[in-house]
């Protein structure tokens, strides 16, 4: 499934735009800068395919990725990004939260934390709206690299107990790595599951 070749499809600056359902999408979700769009260019093999960067609020639009096989993968706007106006923070918040609620080819929301920080305040409104409108979403712990040895089982364990009452979320959390590929193929094969 991943081995076919990711293209970019088109970047969506307003709810209004959004393209047609057509295929199954899974979305990937979280804080500015938790690596978002690194670990869909990690998972797809190509460098550059969704644009990253040091400074937080790099992806403002939905942009949307196929490799032509029966499910999209969207890249999200960052949230909690407070260097941010507040308008574009307000209609970004708006997007996000419309886009979570009304569509219906959303097969699953792969949450982002950054596995340094754990889940914040703003992770969880999220994971609240996620819950609300039962959209299935599973928490993806990001940039592992950085955690001392045995740190890892710790934030993990922390994590799964923390979600383990909300009703959307997927019990089991995955722990990953753009920079080394560590459990890349583990997410991979849960992504190709959710493929129609
Ligand atoms: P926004 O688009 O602003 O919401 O950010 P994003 O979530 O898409 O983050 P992005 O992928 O642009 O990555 C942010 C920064 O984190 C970049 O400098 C990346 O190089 C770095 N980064 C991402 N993933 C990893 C990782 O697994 N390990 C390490 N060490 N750094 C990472
Ligand atoms: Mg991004």
């Not at 960052?78 to 941010?84: D, K, L, P, S």
Request: proline residues 4%; positive net charge; hydrophobic residues 40%.
């Amino acid at each position: 499934f991943f081995a076919k070749a990711w293209d970019f499809v088109m970047s969506v600056p307003t709810i209004g735009h959004l393209p047609p359902i057509d295929v199954a999408e899974i979305a990937f979700a979280g804080r500015s800068n938790v690596g978002k769009s690194s670990l869909i260019n990690a998972l797809t093999n190509r460098i550059g395919l969704a644009r990253t960067s040091n400074t937080p609020g790099r992806t403002q639009e939905l942009n949307f990725f196929t490799s032509g096989s029966g499910l999209s993968i969207v890249d999200m706007p960052g949230y909690g990004y407070a260097e941010a106006p507040k308008k574009l923070v307000d209609a970004w918040n708006r997007m996000i939260r419309d886009y979570l609620r009304g569509r219906v080819s959303l097969r699953r929301v792969y949450v982002l934390i950054d596995s340094r920080h754990g889940i914040k305040a703003n992770d969880k409104l999220t994971l609240d709206l996620l819950d609300e409108t039962a959209v299935s979403y599973q928490i993806v712990l990001t940039k592992v690299d950085k955690l001392k040895t045995g740190e890892l089982a710790k934030v993990k364990a922390a994590t799964e107990s923390a979600i383990a009452r909300r009703p959307a979320a997927y019990p089991t959390v995955i722990a990953t790595s753009s920079e080394t590929g560590e459990g890349m193929d583990l997410l991979r094969a849960e992504i190709a599951q959710l493929a129609s």
